[in-house]
């Protein structure tokens, strides 16, 4: 049976049927792959970095993990409602309408976080904070954004170049860096 | 491969479709997204993507080991022991691991019975109000806990009857033997502890002391020294008992006497060990007849020569345990065990028998009820003298024998409140259950009764909020006492739990030698909370005197057997379930270490005595004592006397939730009320009949390490 769906499969009616899937897959796989590019739903839309930014609000203000373990962490709801609830504006702006309605009934807000790393990676914040980088040496000009978008892939040549740079001509601190066991552990 | 499909047309389909399911999938948004939930409210001592570690107390027994529970983003994950902790040193049991899975049981109470606490506290209010105080009773827990010293100030302020603790390990230890042995024998009541880790060579009578026997954990750690071979030889091991215990089965010699015959074997080998020592023959061993002794416990003699030989050259512990003790002659059979030790002259010393320290904020030992005074608590309940009872901690339905008529006297209780975390049987006949957090959940501290030189106060606090409309049992008696006012309200000046346990807490301040020390009441406490607990570094161990032993007098003769039939029955506690183990799904799927049965009730037969009668393995038989009958599954067991069968306590829940309900028998069931002369249940000491059911079908039956039947309910069980 399946010798004769291979020798219809090399008549041309099957060639073309044979294409077609074959289209159809390819499609799918890219649309697939394009869609993993998109910047994903979040549940407040144009959240804008820029405006806190801009009112001088620290970055560890809202992320204070950062300085103190793996994950920076997002800012507690009541933490954003604390102000947010004593500005006019904002109190019932349809914008905030989703913090509000889960402040109010105590549900969470489910945000999709974008800066990750694949689980084999341990990554932690605090090691690089403590090393004096900046937040956005990896993160980008955060100022300039509304909704956050990586500014390049989080892969592991690009956390290599740094790492290799960061030690210079000190071959111990090298040893160190680049060591595997230091992210894969 | 067939003709019409080669093995090359296989591997390209399913690479084909390997490659289309990787692509459609893997490439999915919904394969890469992954949600993050923002606290509500973070609370300040967490920090994000990290752990908090909280120090508690395990409530799964009484023995008061102290916990490390790993808790993230308010959730408790895993509970492992306190390493800081003077009794068990960083270690946990089995019980002491699926604490977990009480926390998140399904089957917990979530809210008061009558809907809202305000309702509820009234009624307790009422109670204590309504009620003479010499009607009002409390049934709690073994523990000696803040909640029990919580409701001795108010039945002190009050006259209301005094707290009573039951347990069911207590009654299967025979605590109350154990410390009467000990007061008759030195004059100074107590609970006894053995160094194991100090002695030679132990001899133990029915102890399973690495399972379930009054402090497992301390005891396991004793083992481990005496068994070390690093600084010393190893130490021998002697276990006499009638069924292999898991305990038992790590001895060098194990000695299946006959039920009820311990204490002449412990005359006995004494006797044979102050001939071969040569001099005056001790009095207390001067009246026993070595081979009438091995002849009755149905022993080779040469087996007591050999043993006494041991004793002269080993420095031998001799340790009388539950089984042994729960015979009509228990008190005389744990003197004569405790008087064995004489001969090593190790009262007091390393490697011998103690009396149990005494905790912090404790003058006196303070045993839990035995089987007899819970037996007259019932007359009481019967004769209308306790009108009001509040439960807390136990389950006496299922926990006492069912022919002492706890039952049935609850039933004529005209208030009865439960304080129950799960609908177990007692809390199922209550009028009104006001459930407990899960310890989890809760405050409090505890007495550490024994297992450590040092005087501990274990202490507990919550490592996770409360996930249900549950109160503590404190606050409820608080707010009730409030309420009620008048002598219950000035019993009780205190705002909550947590402000009563501050003050008895700080009380600790001004002793000297403490585990820590701080100069304010808050600084304190909170120290007490980080380390989980407060200990007293003096060693505070008892020295018995035991000078007069060698001179008493004990007369170990037969015991009386209750009932009549061809079998001595032996309940045990089983070693991963015991009284409240049962609805805990890991606990239940944990193999028993000697049967590697699961999930059910089984009745132990020596292969011998199974195969005269026809009998074979999983056949259904009954059990048939003097007060009642059951039936279960057979488990051939050549570590067992011929003469005797034994059964699992632990099964046979009539309620208690979906995984422990209908499942297995409760052998207390079968248990005649008979009590020995300190008080404690003759539950070893009973003679059964044994009638063939039907014979094993194959697909039902026990399900073991090799076999799972059984597990979902199409076992004996499901049936009745």
């Known amino acids: ?185 | 491969m067939t003709e019409q499909f080669s093995r090359r047309d296989f591997l390209k389909l399913a690479g084909l479709g390997a490659a289309t399911t990787a692509i459609l999938t893997g490439c999915g948004p919904a394969s890469r997204y992954v949600k993050r939930e923002p606290y509500q409210q973070m609370p300040e001592y967490n920090s994000v993507g990290q752990s908090t570690y909280y120090a508690t107390t395990c409530r799964e027994c009484a023995a008061g080991c102290g916990l490390v529970v790993r808790t993230y983003q308010g959730r408790a994950i895993k509970t492992e022991g306190n390493a800081n902790h003077p009794l068990n040193l960083g270690k946990t049991c089995a019980r002491g691991q699926a604490t977990l899975q009480g926390l998140y049981n399904p089957d917990r109470v979530q809210a008061p019975s009558t809907g809202d606490w305000d309702s509820a506290i009234q009624i307790v209010a009422d109670t204590l109000k309504n009620y003479k105080p010499g009607e009002v009773a409390f049934l709690m827990g073994m523990a000696p806990d803040h909640l029990f010293d919580l409701v001795t100030d108010l039945a002190n302020a009050t006259g209301m009857n005094a707290p009573v603790r039951f347990g069911a390990l207590g009654m299967f230890e025979a605590r109350a033997t154990l410390s009467k042995a000990a007061e008759n024998l030195f004059g100074q009541a107590g609970l006894p502890w053995f160094d194991l880790g100090g002695a030679q060579a132990v001899f133990s009578f029915g102890a399973n002391f690495l399972e379930t026997w009054i402090s497992p954990l301390p005891y396991t750690r004793g083992f481990v020294g005496l068994r070390a071979k690093e600084t010393k030889i190893r130490g021998t091991f002697v276990q006499f008992e009638a069924r292999m215990s898991a305990t038992g089965a790590k001895a060098d010699h194990w000695v299946p006497v006959r039920p009820g015959t311990e204490g002449l074997v412990a005359l006995a080998i004494g006797k044979l060990v102050s001939e071969l020592r040569g001099g005056a023959m001790p009095r207390v061993f001067s009246s026993v007849n070595p081979v009438e002794a091995a002849e009755a416990a149905g022993v080779e003699l040469e087996a007591l020569h050999h043993l006494a030989e041991m004793f002269v050259t080993f420095n031998v512990l001799a340790i009388p345990g539950g089984a042994a003790l729960g015979q009509s002659n228990g008190l005389e059979i744990a003197e004569a065990v405790l008087a064995l030790n004489a001969l090593s002259d190790n009262f007091g010393k390393p490697g011998g028998v103690y009396l149990s320290a005494l905790a912090p904020n404790q003058t006196e030992y303070n045993r839990p009820a035995s089987a007899e005074e819970m037996a007259s608590f019932v007359e009481k309940m019967k004769s209308g003298a306790i009108k009001a009872l509040f439960v807390h901690g136990v389950n006496p339905v299922f926990e006492l024998p069912a022919s002492l008529g706890f039952k049935e006297a609850l039933a004529g209780v005209e208030q009865v409140i439960s304080f129950a975390t799960f609908t177990d049987e007692t809390a199922a006949a209550a009028k009104f259950v006001f459930p407990d957090h899960h310890g989890l959940e809760s405050w409090g501290y505890q007495r550490v009764a024994t297992g450590v030189s040092l005087p501990v106060l274990s202490g507990a606090q919550p490592v996770v909020s409360p996930f249900y409309d549950t109160r503590a049992t404190a606050d409820v008696l608080i707010a009730a006492a409030k309420l009620a006012g008048g002598a219950f309200a000035t019993a009780l000046p205190y705002a909550d739990e947590v402000e009563f346990i501050q003050t008895r807490v700080s009380e600790l301040m001004s002793e000297a030698a403490g585990s820590f020390s701080a100069s304010d009441a808050a600084t304190f406490m909170a120290y007490f909370q980080q380390y989980g607990g407060w200990y007293k570094n003096v060693e505070a161990l008892i020295a018995p005197d035991g000078s007069s032993v060698l001179n008493g007098n004990v007369n170990a003769a037969e015991p009386e057997y209750a009932g009549e039939g061809e079998f001595f029955f032996v309940p045990f506690v089983s070693p991963t379930l015991a009284e409240a183990g049962a609805n805990k799904p890991w606990l239940q799927e944990l193999p028993d270490p000697t049967t590697t049965v699961m999930w059910n009730t089984w009745i132990e037969m020596n292969p011998e005595t199974a195969h005269e009668l026809g009998i074979a393995n999983d056949d259904v038989v009954k059990v048939i004592s003097e007060v009642g009958e059951v039936q279960a599954y057979v488990y051939l067991y050549p570590a067992i006397r011929p003469d005797t069968i034994a059964m699992p306590f632990g099964q046979g829940h009539t309620a208690y939730g979906q995984y422990a309900e209908n499942r297995g028998v409760n052998p207390a069931d079968l248990i005649a009320v008979r009590f020995n002369e300190a008080g404690d249940l003759a539950f070893a000491g009973m003679k059964v009949k044994v009638e063939k059911v039907s014979s094993a079908v194959s697909g039902v039956g026990l399900s073991r390490m090799e076999s799972r039947m059984g597990v979902y309910g199409e076992a004996l069980g499901e049936e009745h």
Request: glycine content about 8%; aromatic content about 10%.
């Open chain 1, 1 to 185: 049976m399946i010798k004769k769906l291979f020798d219809w499969l090399k008549q041309p009616l099957g060639l073309i049927a044979a294409g077609i899937v074959f289209l159809a897959l390819f499609s799918a796989a890219a649309y697939g792959l394009y869609t993993t590019q998109q910047a994903p739903e979040q549940p407040v839309p144009g959240f804008p970095h820029k405006t806190h930014v801009s009112f001088g609000i620290q970055c560890l203000y809202c992320h204070p993990g950062a300085s103190k373990g793996p994950a920076a962490g997002l800012p507690s709801q009541a933490k954003c409602w604390g102000c947010h609830n004593q500005i006019v504006k904002t109190r019932d702006s349809a914008l905030l309408a989703p913090l509000k309605d889960a402040v109010l009934s105590g549900q969470s807000l489910e945000w999709v976080p974008v800066a990750i790393v694949p689980d084999f990676v341990q990554f932690n914040h605090r090691a690089h904070v403590a090393a004096g980088r900046n937040c956005e040496e990896c993160h980008g000009d955060v100022s300039q954004m509304g909704i956050y978008q990586n500014p390049q892939v989080f892969n592991m040549g690009w956390c290599l170049n740094c790492h290799i740079e960061a030690a210079g001509e000190d071959q111990a601190k090298l040893i160190k860096l680049a060591d595997c066991g230091t992210c894969h552990y």
